[in-house]
């Protein structure tokens, strides 16, 4: 009877060790928050992030229907591009202060309460920023969230300071849909599947385009096919770190006097 238990105890250790090992894909949605049409992507049947848009017309409503629906939910904050291009309400800007920039992410966070975490929307200026980094990491070490960098630049600041503050801090690996037909976007999801093979994990950031809705409606059942595991984002964070919707968290600065 003994060798028999231990035979199924080892079967057991070895399925719980195979479950670690299945490589596991996140795939945020940006640019939540602009169509009532959003609100259908959350009504997909998969684990899919939902990065939303502070200040916009269906932010609030796309945010808390995702959170309703036990989706997870993050600020897509705005954040000052390299290029010139306008940012949207709400943004944050080289040009300001320390606590312009907490403020700006404090009234984002309360359009949004719902967000367990943030990314950055352009940001490819911004987040090259020293100072302007630090200044955002600091207030998210106060309010528990962390950071996903979009990297749009190689020169993000973004590790390094989300280091300093003990920010927790996830990169994009893969832009699923820069170009939004098909073909295209399969080869960015394979692309996203060998990452995840040799890492264990990846991240793919996709946008809330008409053809990304009908690609991952009819690819994303075709993952488990492939010992892929597709996951929200909350699933790839680190044991230590306790997910927290920025609703639940005091606010971490003060009004202007």
Not at 231 to 242: M, N, R, T
């Amino acid at each position: 009877m003994r060798p028999l238990l231990f035979f199924i105890i080892g079967l057991f250790t070895l399925a719980g060790a195979y479950a670690a090992e299945t490589p596991r894909v996140a795939i945020i949605i940006d640019d939540i928050g602009y169509q009532k049409t959003d609100l259908a992507l959350i009504d997909l049947p998969y684990p899919l992030t939902f990065a939303v848009l502070p200040h916009t017309p269906y932010g609030q409503r796309a945010a808390r229907y995702a959170f309703q629906h036990n989706k997870d939910v993050m600020l897509h904050m705005p954040m000052q591009a390299s290029n010139g291009m306008a940012l949207g309400p709400g943004a944050l800007t080289v040009g300001m202060d320390k606590h312009q920039v907490q403020q700006t992410l404090q009234a984002a966070l309360a359009d949004i309460p719902y967000a367990i975490g943030i990314n950055n929307h352009m940001g490819s200026y911004y987040t090259e920023q020293a100072d302007a980094m630090a200044w955002t990491m600091e207030y998210l070490s106060k309010r528990h969230l962390f950071f996903v960098d979009s990297l749009t630049t190689s020169r993000s600041q973004a590790s390094k300071y989300a280091k300093q503050f003990s920010v927790t801090n996830l990169s994009r690996q893969v832009f699923l849909d820069n170009e939004q037909n098909e073909a295209a976007m399969l080869k960015q999801l394979a692309i996203l599947i060998n990452i995840a093979r040799k890492r264990q994990s990846a991240i793919a950031i996709a946008h809330p385009y008409p053809q990304t809705h009908q690609f991952l409606r009819k690819h994303l059942p075709t993952l488990q096919q492939q010992g892929i595991k597709l996951v929200s984002i909350s699933q790839l964070l680190p044991q230590h770190h306790d997910v927290v919707a920025a609703g639940f968290t005091a606010p971490a600065v003060s009004a202007p006097q």
